[in-house]
């Protein structure tokens, strides 16, 4: 990781705990979509109201896009239902590209269509999200962009968990995933500004490695 990504994950951890998009409840647990309860919830849909934050993390995104010469021929921005919609329009405005959405399942009426807008056979698609956990939310979205043979360069997330750090691999593929932070960068602040206690610390790193995410041992 560069100085200069390493500045963009820094700064966006730092807006989504100053902004409660990340937090923390030890006594009385968040339930998630799954049924889990969990002592972390992350709600990056928060951030489209606040309009320096939101247009420094746009910008962060524009960065990170053009700084990658793989999505150099994108004619696609596609919105993930609803939470990625907001920034895939922010990020087609600024990129001067086409804008699609896609629903997490068809219409049962009208055209029954699930993707919105004008999405075509050989586009190359970047599907954006607010953010990814093990990425089997996001199966719905890169199987109706494959239905009408468009090609997915990339998924753009504000925040990666780190289950799936830099690729999602599905049916055989391995698809970049480009986000603006991960839980390590969430914790370095965390620990560095001493905001919870060591017991807490653990607590908080003992829930995230029994979703999955690895390598967060030495924050302890």
Same mark, same amino acid.
């Given at each position: 990781?560069?100085?200069?990504?390493k500045?963009?994950?820094?700064?966006?951890?730092?807006?989504?705990?100053?902004k409660?998009?990340?937090?923390f409840?030890? /006594?009385?647990k968040? &339930?998630?979509? #799954?049924?889990?309860?969990?002592?972390?919830?992350c709600?990056?849909?928060?951030?489209? *109201?606040?309009?320096?934050?939101?247009?420094?993390?746009?910008n962060?995104?524009?960065?990170?896009?053009?700084s990658d010469?793989?999505?150099?021929?994108?004619?696609n921005?596609?919105g993930?239902?609803s939470a990625?919609?907001?920034?895939?329009?922010?990020?087609?405005?600024?990129?001067?590209?086409?804008?699609?959405?896609?629903r997490?399942?068809?219409?049962?009426?009208?055209?029954? *269509? &699930?993707?919105?807008?004008n999405?075509k056979?050989?586009?190359? @698609?970047?599907? @954006?999200?607010? %953010?990814?956990?093990?990425?089997?939310?996001?199966?719905?979205?890169?199987?109706? @962009?494959?239905?009408?043979?468009?090609?997915?360069?990339?998924?753009? @997330?504000?925040?990666?968990y780190?289950?799936?750090?830099?690729?999602?691999?599905?049916?055989?593929?391995?698809?970049?995933?480009? #986000?603006?932070?991960?839980?390590?960068?969430?914790?370095?602040?965390?620990?560095?500004?001493?905001?919870?206690?060591k /017991?807490?610390?653990? %607590?908080?790193?003992?829930f995230?490695?029994?979703m999955?995410? /690895?390598?967060?041992?030495?924050?302890?």
């Amino acid at each position: 990781m560069t100085n200069f990504e390493k500045k963009i994950s820094n700064e966006t951890a730092n807006i989504l705990l100053r902004k409660k998009c990340i937090e923390f409840s030890f /006594k009385k647990k968040f &339930q998630l979509t #799954s049924g889990r309860r969990s002592i972390v919830y992350c709600d990056c849909r928060k951030i489209i *109201s606040y309009t320096a934050e939101r247009e420094k993390l746009i910008n962060f995104a524009l960065k990170k896009i053009k700084s990658d010469k793989t999505l150099n021929s994108l004619t696609n921005i596609a919105g993930g239902e609803s939470a990625g919609i907001p920034y895939a329009s922010l990020l087609a405005q600024k990129l001067k590209l086409p804008l699609s959405y896609i629903r997490k399942e068809r219409k049962k009426f009208g055209k029954k *269509s &699930q993707i919105e807008g004008n999405l075509k056979a050989n586009d190359n @698609v970047l599907i @954006v999200e607010d %953010l990814i956990t093990d990425g089997k939310s996001k199966y719905n979205f890169i199987d109706a @962009v494959e239905k009408v043979n468009g090609r997915i360069k990339a998924i753009f @997330v504000i925040f990666n968990y780190g289950i799936n750090r830099d690729f999602l691999e599905y049916k055989g593929k391995k698809i970049k995933i480009i #986000s603006l932070a991960k839980w390590e960068d969430v914790l370095n602040i965390l620990v560095s500004k001493r905001i919870f206690s060591k /017991k807490e610390i653990k %607590l908080i790193i003992d829930f995230l490695s029994s979703m999955g995410i /690895k390598n967060l041992k030495f924050f302890l």
